[in-house]
């Protein structure tokens, strides 16, 4: 019940509020991609500065957390890959059916950690991300460079770039710098991250819901369920079936299965939209999954804590 108040709820408040001062209010798209722009360069990374430098990461299995995540995440993609043929899917609907399963809200994970673990769910969640944002986003375009719709298809950063630049990754380096060096932040420092760091997790919730578009076709509901599948359920289960017989226990799991069980991101349609992929599939795969969630999410964790407590 708590899960259910203080993170289901609010989220699916602020996805509505999203929703609804996208198509009512700021209706402006410029407003928007200014919020997500901030949301993502500069306020998430500050909570991920701020978490990590604070945190003991010597209870973080390292090994076992990087296995956990990349072999579930590698074996959805190359199943997608085999499956192309038998379900006749054309090159641009593969890349957004792969960006469905395997790509990740942070936002959405973000809160649910917090909620579960506090500053240390946080920052073990943001150490997951440190492993699975650069993966998903190499596997990710190098499906589009290969399947998509080569006349969108303009040129682009190498993967090593688009790594190096990843504001994300950036705010885990910074934070595990200051926490390997034993080095505080100042005071004076330390208060403007938090300030920065504060809006995090509602700009992303709302960016979120003002991103959700419903437009199907028939052939939609092979493509939606079957990404849908594999994103809310097959991968978080892989997940656990690999990180609880090594060792992986508390909030290290919680965090690892949340990476996994958390829907895909809105920026997989901006990345759909540059590189030649079917955006009115990713779009539709987004906002299904993403309400979808919010029933999945808390199964998943709790059938994780029986599975844990079994072994």
């Not at 995440?73 to 038998?86: H, N």
């Not at 579960?116 to 650069?134: D, E, M, N, R, Y």
């Not at 939209?273 to 998943?300: E, F, K, N, W, Y």
Request: glycine share 8%; proline share 6%; charged share 10%.
């Amino acid at each position: 019940m708590t899960l259910v108040t203080t993170a289901i709820v609010p989220i699916l408040l602020l996805l509505a509020a999203g929703a609804l001062l996208r198509q009512r209010v700021l209706t402006d798209p410029g407003f928007w991609r200014g919020l997500e722009w901030m949301s993502y360069r500069v306020f998430t990374p500050a909570l991920f500065v701020l978490s990590i430098a604070d945190t003991d990461l010597t209870v973080v299995p390292l090994g076992p957390l990087l296995l956990s995540l990349a072999a579930p995440i590698l074996a959805v993609t190359c199943i997608l890959i085999a499956l192309r043929r038998p379900l006749r899917a054309t090159g641009p609907q593969l890349t957004s059916v792969v960006q469905g399963a395997i790509r990740i809200n942070t936002y959405i994970g973000l809160i649910f950690a917090s909620t579960l673990h506090g500053q240390g769910g946080v920052a073990v969640f943001a150490l997951a991300s440190t492993i699975v944002v650069p993966l998903v986003n190499v596997i990710s375009v190098s499906m589009l460079t290969a399947y998509g719709d080569k006349a969108r298809n303009p040129k682009r950063k190498s993967a090593w770039r688009e790594f190096l630049e990843n504001p994300l990754i950036q705010g885990c380096a910074v934070g595990l710098a200051l926490n390997f060096a034993d080095l505080p932040l100042p005071e004076f420092l330390k208060a403007t991250a938090e300030m920065l760091a504060a809006p995090a997790l509602a700009c992303g919730t709302l960016i979120a819901g003002a991103a959700l578009h419903f437009t199907f076709r028939k052939r939609d509901t092979i493509d939606v369920g079957l990404a849908t599948v594999l994103k809310l359920v097959i991968l978080p289960l892989s997940t656990v079936a690999i990180a609880i017989p090594l060792g992986v226990t508390g909030a290290s799991l919680a965090s690892t299965v949340l990476i996994c069980a958390v829907p895909t991101a809105p920026s997989a349609y901006v990345l759909a939209s540059r590189m030649g992929g079917d955006t009115r599939l990713m779009a539709s795969i987004t906002a299904i999954q993403t309400i979808l969630a919010m029933v999945t999410l808390p199964g998943v964790l709790m059938l994780t804590e029986h599975l844990a407590r079994q072994g």
